[in-house]
């Protein structure tokens, strides 16, 4: 059975951090593309960063490149972003993503139920 275990978001002041986790299980981690997407109320979810399985490759959102940084563990089949000089316009839920890709093709597709992350004074 695949589980995310999400946490780490909460209400902070603009230009403040939060790091979220996402601990997984029921796949092989290993073998997925990890990313965070997040939400807005009335908003598409949008992806914020993403992973590749090694680590060695990472993508970001133009909103977010230089303030979020994306990481993984593998033996500990997590991945995680740490936030930092956030932003009201970065309040939302944040989901974790896991995709088994072949070329451009995804095999397979799963995610989280998602962490609130509020930024407001």
């Known amino acids: 059975q695949v589980q995310f275990v999400e946490s780490g978001g909460g209400l902070v002041q603009p230009g403040g951090s939060l790091r979220l986790s996402c601990v997984a299980s029921?796949?092989?981690?290993?073998?997925?593309?990890m990313s965070w997407y997040r939400q807005a109320p009335g908003k598409e979810r949008e992806l914020v960063a993403g992973?590749?399985?090694?680590?060695?490759?990472?993508n970001y959102a133009d909103s977010v490149k230089g303030r979020f940084t994306i990481s993984r563990d593998n033996a500990k089949k997590s991945v995680y972003l740490q936030m930092n000089s956030l932003k009201p316009e970065d309040t939302a839920v944040y989901y974790c993503?896991?995709?088994?890709?072949?070329?451009?093709?995804?095999?397979?597709?799963?995610w989280g139920q998602g962490t609130q992350v509020t930024v407001s004074s």
């Open positions: 992973i590749s399985k090694t680590g060695a490759t990472t």
């Open positions: 993503d896991a995709r088994l890709r072949s070329g451009s093709a995804t095999l397979n597709h799963y």
């Open positions: 029921g796949f092989t981690f290993s073998s997925y593309w």
